[in-house]
């Protein structure tokens, strides 16, 4: 701990954060290099318009200070709704309406709309004392505003066992990633298979680019005709699965004008007209997929654009590992195997507390048990 006195407050914006300050403790925090950490990710979700109080996610950012120097952050955001999560909490919000209570307003850590494991408890060391004044300070910011709980969601493992030992609630569910043994190519990789599965991929892969081929653009590549065709690939979407996408055209320009080398766009193209698209961002040793969407339908596009691609680009680039977003049982067959993740939540009323708290016990061991069941259906030679 630091010998200074240690004093929270918290920001209304990012920008309220220096740039080099954030990716600091991002850097300190996180070897990964997660790129949804970066200060211009936040930047460009709320100078855009896209996280903002109108659309219920107030920026309210934990800042720790040992005298003038920021030693701790936490990424918070006050909301009014449960959307753009992908950890859900609607049943125990109606639950305690019913009884008489409020849920929202409720503060949530995390990065918004982005369903992806990274710290969120980011500090200058890795002293555990500094991270529990974080979540002392997101806690006691609660109780001063009558806030009803903290949700701090996707976090890593250590982080969840932090916050349990200082008595939030842990919930655990399942993601798909792909994981490389050292492949020197997509065929070695096919070799992991078994034969009935190196067969059903291949004829995956030739169906979904038949007449088709298919650009990795970042960098320079990432114009704002690009963006456009993106945009409408993104919005397409969006509108089937949620009615209105969470992001609009102005974030995409932002963070693009601040990460473009660690962007990678996958996009599909008849002749040079692109059908077909998908978003990822690059760490230090993972491709992290997201944004599918598609203005033509094809068999097995999606597959390929999200999945066998990111592959391809992940041994071409020597990373460790794709993580393709949340849900999704269908990516086992593609070979991305089940991997936990955490999120831990402190509930400020006693009896709220309580039932979620025996609903969480009997859920975790479900979602162990699913677990053990997935891990039967992988693709790959047994024995």
């Keep these: 701990m630091p010998e200074e006195p240690l004093t929270a407050t918290i920001a209304s914006a990012a920008a309220e954060i220096d740039a080099a300050t954030w990716n600091g403790l991002v850097a300190a925090t996180d070897p990964h290099a997660n790129p949804f950490l970066d200060h211009a990710f936040f930047l460009a979700l709320e100078q855009s318009g896209s996280a903002t109080k109108r659309t219920g996610w107030t920026p309210r950012h934990v800042v720790l200070r ?28 109606n639950a305690f309406d019913q009884a008489g209570g409020s849920y929202y307003p409720k503060l949530q850590c995390s990065v918004p709309f982005t369903p992806v494991t990274a710290p969120k408890l ?20 609660a109780t001063q505003r009558g806030i009803s709980s903290v949700h701090a969601t996707f976090v890593p ?38 034969s009935r599965h190196r067969k059903i991929t291949r004829r995956e892969r030739r169906d979904a680019l038949e007449g088709l081929t ?14 456009d065709a993106f945009f409408d690939f993104y919005q397409d979407t969006g509108s089937k699965k ?5 992001l609009n055209r102005k974030f995409f320009s932002l963070l693009s004008a601040a990460m473009a080398d660690r962007i990678v766009l996958m996009f599909a193209y008849d002749g040079e007209r692109a059908v077909a698209g998908t978003l990822n961002l690059l760490g230090a040793d993972t491709l992290y997929g997201r944004y599918w969407g598609a203005t033509r339908e094809v068999p097995f596009l999606h597959f390929e654009l999200c999945y066998y691609q990111a592959i391809d680009f992940a041994i071409a680039h020597k990373l460790e590992t794709v993580e393709a977003g949340a849900q999704g049982e269908h ?3 593609r070979g991305y195997a089940p991997a936990t993740t955490y999120s831990v ?14 609903f969480l016990t009997q859920e975790r061991a479900a ?3 699913e677990q053990e069941a997935l891990g039967d259906l992988t693709p790959f030679k047994k024995g």
């Excluded at 980011?122 to 910011?141: F, G, I, M, N, Q």
């Design 242 to 246: 949620w009615g209105r996408p969470y």
């Design 367 to 369: 979602v162990l048990r």
């Design 66 to 93: 040992a005298g003038e120097a920021v030693v701790g952050l936490l990424p918070m955001y006050e909301k009014t709704h449960s959307q753009g999560e992908y950890v859900f909490d609607h049943g125990w919000a």
């Design 157 to 194: 493992e250590a982080e969840a066992s932090l916050a349990t030992s200082a008595d939030w609630l842990l919930r655990t569910d399942t993601q798909y990633h792909w994981h490389n043994a050292g492949f020197a190519s997509f065929e070695d990789y096919l070799e992991t298979m078994s």
């Design 345 to 358: 939540h402190w509930i400020g009323h006693p009896g709220l507390r309580d039932a979620i708290a025996r």
């Design 331 to 333: 990516k086992l067959a």
């Design 122 to 141: 980011l500090t200058w060391s890795e002293d555990p004392a500094l991270k529990r004044v974080l979540l002392a300070a997101a806690e006691a910011y």
């Design 214 to 227: 298919v650009r990795w653009l970042t960098g320079a590549d990432l114009t704002e005709t690009v963006w």
